[in-house]
């Protein structure tokens, strides 16, 4: 097995640990699991950063890294990990994925900085409807 197949294997067991811990109630065990997935999958997302001969994988770990990262509160580290990703060639669907992503993590400040009133609960129902 690959170095970065395995540290993906494990980051996505520390995070299905992490969701497990979260529904339980334990919140602060979820947190640090989803830190623990966060540094493995930026890992292995990182052994591929520079290869954009290897998509979809590298864009899909950079996805997934991206979306541990905002787990963890890391938001600019995600905006990093996305521009990496759509900086090589991701297929459109995975391309779209990311700026979806990058969408809602600036949408509160971008209503913030021009001075509008943004509703969590409209804009969680309309993500809802498009799924």
Not at 23 to 42: M, P, V, W, Y
């Amino acid at each position: 097995m690959s170095q970065i197949q395995e540290l993906h294997e494990q980051a996505m067991d520390l995070a299905e640990m992490a969701e497990v811990a979260k529904l339980r109630g334990d919140l602060i065990n979820a947190q640090e699991l989803f830190r623990q997935a966060f540094h493995k999958e930026t890992e292995a997302a990182s052994l591929l950063a520079n290869n954009i001969e290897v998509e979809p994988a590298r864009s899909i770990l950079h996805r997934s890294a991206a979306s541990l990262a905002i787990d963890c509160g890391e938001i600019s580290t995600a905006e990093r990990l996305i521009a990496i990703a759509l900086s090589g060639n991701p297929p459109q669907e995975i391309a779209d994925e990311l700026k979806d992503l990058f969408v809602e993590i600036n949408i509160q400040k971008y209503f913030a900085r021009r001075g509008l009133n943004f509703d969590e609960a409209k804009f969680q129902s309309l993500i809802t409807e498009k799924t």
